[in-house]
């Protein structure tokens, strides 16, 4: 744990990843199973039915690749896509795995039973406007209130989708976060504006940016505690 922790633009974290993705390198497997690992670590003390909530970028990928490996700690997985694009691939791992597609208006029409939710809406690839819209708010828009008052923990991918990266501005249709697990460097946004009242503890995924990021000024610097964790090589 440390502290004086620096954080960086959205634009910076995609700088410092691209040399690394034109080597070949599968951050998006990577960051997912460092994912899955806090996933089981939380239903390893609570557990219960899981719902992800998969947007069409890469934080979707992230969180359906990480559901294909915890879906065997769960009672159950149900999946929700907020869009119909998807990361096909890591889709179909999960439904392998054994989780299910539900259907959006399902999960609004009912009480979640759900006892962890994964926010894997929207990324720092939204950053020229992250609110949500459509399926994804209206998902966000009932869930909250049981994630507010503790009822469902929440484990947001990368940041809380509808949390601007850079500014850490957000409207009320943000999912707060128990955990998030963010990828490569602490982005901005978790350490300013609404972020520290939406992020909650902050999980550092190690993916290798630090020569690339040491060339960058940091956005900010602040005193929030950060845990790091590097992903755990499985055969």
């Given at each position: ?153 929440v484990i947001a991918v990368d940041v809380p989708s509808g949390l601007h990266p850079d500014t850490g501005e957000a409207d009320a249709a943000v999912l707060p976060a128990t955990i998030t ?55």
């Amino acid at each position: 744990m440390t502290q004086g922790t620096v954080a960086y633009t959205a634009d910076a974290i995609r700088a410092a990843e691209a040399p690394l993705i034109a080597e070949g390198r599968p951050l998006m497997r990577e960051a997912a199973r460092a994912l899955a690992d806090v996933v089981e670590e939380e239903l390893a003390q609570t557990p219960g039915p899981v719902l992800v909530l998969a947007g069409s970028g890469d934080n979707g990928g992230d969180a359906l690749f990480a559901a294909a490996e915890f879906v065997r700690r769960a009672t159950r997985v149900d999946i929700v896509l907020t869009r119909d694009r998807v990361h096909r691939e890591a889709l179909d791992a999960a439904v392998a795995a054994g989780a299910r597609i539900r259907d959006a208006s399902n999960v609004c029409a009912a009480d979640s039973d759900h006892t962890l939710v994964v926010d894997g809406i929207l990324g720092i690839g939204a950053s020229a406007d992250p609110r949500l819209r459509g399926t994804a708010r209206a998902v966000v828009e009932v869930l909250r209130p049981a994630a507010d008052d503790g009822r469902t923990r929440v484990i947001a991918v990368d940041v809380p989708s509808g949390l601007h990266p850079d500014t850490g501005e957000a409207d009320a249709a943000v999912l707060p976060a128990t955990i998030t697990v963010t990828f490569g460097a602490v982005k901005a946004g978790l350490l300013r504006g609404h972020g520290p009242e939406l992020a909650g503890r902050i999980v550092l995924v190690d993916l290798g940016l630090e020569p690339q990021l040491r060339r960058v000024r940091p956005a900010i610097t602040a005193s929030v505690p950060v845990v790091r964790r590097t992903p755990i090589q499985r055969a």
